[in-house]
């Protein structure tokens, strides 16, 4: 990975919003428009209580939303919703279709993967990921299948071994973000803490403030 595509990554990392649009506490055409001025970077389209039809119509209007923005819009999990938005980018976990699957089929999409030890950081290295999602860094209700808990210094001993842009993952808020400040991630992925905000727009800010 060449050093200008690893930083322009390493941006997008910096506040990466989970989307869970049955959360929010503002219609999605508000929503939207409030992160991204607060300072999110990547928007990652998961939703997987929606059916494939909603999470594919809510896509097209986020991507309408951020479309003169130099946003990352990702889908979780699902590689067919990703080309049928034209999204380059998709993010897949130990469950999910393998990242070298990927792409040996699509050598041009952006894949993330989910690490939580080192045998996935040894696939996310062999797959030539774009981007790691290390944790979970705290517990968390937003996942039904968790998996250990690695914490903040699991998070560090991890990124220590990869020079793979990393983001951490799990139960982030603005109670704890400041633990991961100094662990080397190029950011955090934030999921409740920005979509149950009444004000998304001041939460997202006060993200950026631990990793401007």
Do not use: W
């Not at 997008?12 to 219609?27: A, C, G």
């Not at 998961?46 to 939303?65: P, V």
């Not at 089929?105 to 950081?121: H, Q």
């Amino acid at each position: 990975m060449c050093s200008k595509y690893r930083q322009k990554i390493s941006h997008y990392l910096k506040l990466y919003l989970i989307l869970e649009t049955d959360m929010l506490k503002i219609p999605l055409e508000e929503f939207i428009p409030q992160v991204v001025s607060g300072g999110v970077t990547a928007i990652q389209l998961r939703d997987k209580k929606l059916t494939a039809k909603q999470r594919y119509e809510n896509g097209l209007k986020i991507k309408e939303f951020i479309k003169d923005k130099d946003i990352m819009i990702t889908v979780n999990d699902r590689l067919d919703l990703a080309l049928a938005l034209e999204i380059d980018a998709i993010h897949v976990g130990v469950k999910d279709i393998p990242p070298y699957v990927i792409k040996e089929l699509y050598p041009d999409i952006l894949v993330g993967y989910s690490c939580n030890n080192f045998e996935d950081l040894e696939v996310a290295e062999k797959s030539k990921v774009s981007y790691i999602g290390v944790g979970p860094a705290f517990l968390t209700s937003t996942k039904d299948d968790l998996r250990p808990l690695i914490g903040p210094d699991g998070i560090k001993e991890i990124i220590s071994k990869t020079d793979i842009p990393s983001v951490a993952i799990g139960g982030i808020n603005l109670q704890n973000c400041h633990q991961l400040v100094d662990t080397g991630v190029k950011g955090v992925a934030v999921s409740s803490e920005i979509c149950r905000s009444p004000n998304p727009y001041e939460t997202a800010k006060k993200f950026r403030e631990f990793f401007p």
